[in-house]
């Protein structure tokens, strides 16, 4: 495996342990999006983070369009812990086309 992929999983890896969200009692519920996209909400077993994964299974762009605010995110932003980037969420809704086979894990919570 080359050294960035490794470097690149051993992150994800770190992500898993460090977010709440992930820990394995954590409540878990699938989100309808489109059929194109699974989707997992999952939160912390105190309610204080939140993890949604939105991950296109197919070969075409899918353009997303999802109140965060209803899912209990209150960030006028979320990061996504794969790309470690700032994503835009304009009155609470997220607006976001997805890439052929895109994987988010959208999170308002900050990551150390």
């Given at each position: 495996m ?59 762009q ?51």
């Amino acid at each position: 495996m080359p050294e960035s992929h490794y470097s690149r999983y051993i992150d994800l890896l770190e992500q898993r342990v460090v977010q709440p969200a992930f820990h394995p009692a954590a409540d878990q519920q699938v989100v309808h999006v489109d059929n194109r996209v699974f989707s997992v909400l999952r939160e912390s077993r105190d309610g204080t983070s939140r993890v949604l994964s939105l991950i296109n299974v197919s070969e075409q762009q899918v353009p997303v369009r999802l109140s965060l605010a209803d899912l209990g995110f209150a960030a006028h932003q979320v990061e996504d812990l794969v790309s470690k980037q700032a994503i835009a969420v304009d009155d609470g809704t997220l607006r976001k086309t997805l890439a052929p086979y895109q994987v988010l894990w959208l999170s308002d919570r900050k990551t150390t």
